[in-house]
């Protein structure tokens, strides 16, 4: 069955500090990893991994994934209180659907 | 601007009612899908459609029930017969395999 995992499921750190999220998976046909970043509605597209290395990047947020080692993790520099919202790794299964982890759920403090 | 509308953002459930949350996009997505989302969990799937008069069941889709009689719309349907209805919905579409899902804003739903 395909699987999901995130890791922490909960994080709490002060403004300015750097974050790391983790995601590991199992899937029979690998295709791609996505990261959301959900506030208190719509979960938002971050970025999409298809190659194993390659570090996709938006500002403070970068992303990197892993296929040797079946996993991906994000990571937010000088984080600030706008960040604080739940992570969602998730990968594509078979043509249409989605799986999804549990969620990180980061909170930054002032 | 192109997007997903899910309407209402507040529903309440009376004990044996059938409520009915709405999603519609004007985004021209084949795909669309219903999540539900409970606190600690990640998104789970309830149903899918690729395709208008075709839908296909999700991981837990027992209690609720869908219709995709047009492309643009996608309404879910929780029946009675779901007896832990209280969670975040969120409504999603596809323009087309191995590109992010959009999502609208979601429905809260809530017991009386």
């Known amino acids: 069955e395909d699987k999901v995992v995130q890791s922490p499921l909960s994080l709490v750190v002060h403004e300015g500090d750097t974050v790391t999220l983790n995601c590991s998976y199992e899937?029979?046909?690998?295709?791609?990893l996505l990261w959301y970043k959900q506030e208190k509605k719509a979960p938002t597209f971050l970025f999409m991994l298809?190659?194993?290395?390659i570090e996709k990047k938006s500002g403070r947020l970068s992303s990197i994934l892993d296929k040797k080692e079946l996993s991906s993790i994000l990571n937010i520099t000088a984080t600030q209180t706008g960040d604080s919202a739940i992570y969602l790794c998730?990968?594509?299964?078979?043509?249409?659907?989605?799986?999804f982890g549990q969620g990180t759920r980061l909170t930054i403090n002032p | 601007d192109g997007g997903i509308t899910q309407s209402p953002k507040y529903l309440f459930r009376k004990e044996g009612q059938n409520v009915t949350l709405s999603c519609e996009q004007n985004?021209?997505?084949?795909?669309m899908y219903w999540y539900r989302q409970d606190p600690g969990q990640g998104l789970r799937l309830i149903y899918y459609?690729?395709?208008?008069?075709?839908?296909q069941k999700g991981d837990i889709a027992e209690g609720y029930s869908v219709s995709r009689e047009k492309k643009e719309s996608f309404p879910l349907t929780v029946t009675s017969a779901q007896k832990n209805p209280t969670a975040f919905y969120l409504c999603?579409?596809?323009?087309?395999?191995?590109?992010?899902?959009?999502f609208g804003d979601g429905t809260r739903l809530s017991i009386l």
């Open positions: 998730v990968l594509p299964q078979g043509a249409q659907k989605l799986v």
């Open positions: 899937v029979t046909n690998f295709r791609s």
């Open positions: 298809t190659s194993s290395g």
């Open positions: 985004l021209n997505h084949d795909a």
């Open positions: 459609s690729q395709i208008v008069n075709d839908f």
């Open positions: 999603a579409s596809l323009l087309r395999p191995g590109q992010p899902q959009h």
